[in-house]
T-cell receptor
Framework: GQNIDQPTEMTATEGAIVQINCTYQ??????LFWYQQHAGEAPTFLSY????GLEEKGRFSSFLSRSKGYSYLLLKELQMKDSASYLC?????????FGTGTRLQVFP | DSGVTQTPKHLITATGQRVTLRCSPR?????VYWYQQSLDQGLQFLIQ???????AKGNILERFSAQQFPDLHSELNLSSLELGDSALYFC??????????????FGPGTRLTVL
């Protein structure tokens, strides 16, 4: 079957660092995506991975290990506007499968 | 702004009715995808069209249907509506037919409420 697991909720303080983990078990793998979604709004693209490794984009970094079926999204210097859901999604053969997302709340 | 547009933004209707949701992809994109997001649930893939043809299908109910027109806009038709169909419906588009590296960009969504 297809399974993508993320923590349901996380909280952190403004200026802190938070790591959001994603583990997956899918019958195929054609890449892993991270999206950010503010409540009631459209998901917006953050990163895409097809090879193992770490990538940094400003305050956001993401990592993939295909052999472990594991990815994480690292958010540094948290800001209030980072309060949102973070969706991990795996492209499996012919469709994008989303996890239920991690709701991050950033407190002052 | 992703460049994907969806209308209407909100839709309120009654059980048993039929509605049509509309999506226009980003300029140059050939694929359109439809997703359903219910309260506290993840995005559920419904169906994909590529250049007018059905490309991939997810857990789309038989009461739901979609099509992509020659100008590449797409419509999602929902019929015999039930209370459980209340959800956010997102459309996404991508440049190619999907797969590795073909990033999907999402529209603002249509919030459907079935009373």
């Amino acid at each position: 079957g297809q399974n993508i697991d993320q923590p349901t909720e996380m909280t952190a303080t403004e200026g802190a660092i938070v790591q959001i983990n994603c583990t997956y078990q899918t019958s195929g793998f054609n890449g892993l995506f991270w999206y950010q979604q503010h409540a009631g709004e459209a998901p917006t693209f953050l990163s895409y991975y097809v090879l193992d490794g770490l990538e940094e984009k400003g305050r956001f970094s993401s990592f993939l290990s295909r052999s472990k079926g594991y990815s994480y999204l690292l958010l540094k210097e948290l800001q209030m506007k980072d309060s949102a859901s973070y969706l991990c999604a795996v492209y499996n053969t012919d469709k994008l499968i989303f996890g239920t997302g991690t709701r991050l709340q950033v407190f002052p | 702004d992703s460049g994907v547009t969806q209308t209407p933004k909100h839709l309120i209707t009654a059980t048993g009715q039929r509605v049509t949701l509309r999506c226009s992809p980003r300029s140059g994109d050939l694929s359109v995808y439809w997703y359903q997001q219910s309260l506290d649930q993840g995005l559920q893939f419904l169906i994909q069209y590529y250049n007018g043809e059905e490309r991939a299908k997810g857990n789309i109910l038989e009461r739901f249907s979609a099509q992509q027109f020659p100008d590449l806009h797409s419509e999602l038709n929902l019929s015999s509506l039930e209370l459980g169909d209340s959800a956010l419906y997102f459309c996404a588009s991508s440049a190619q037919s999907g797969g590795a590296g073909d990033t999907q960009y999402f529209g603002p969504g249509t919030r459907l409420t079935v009373l």
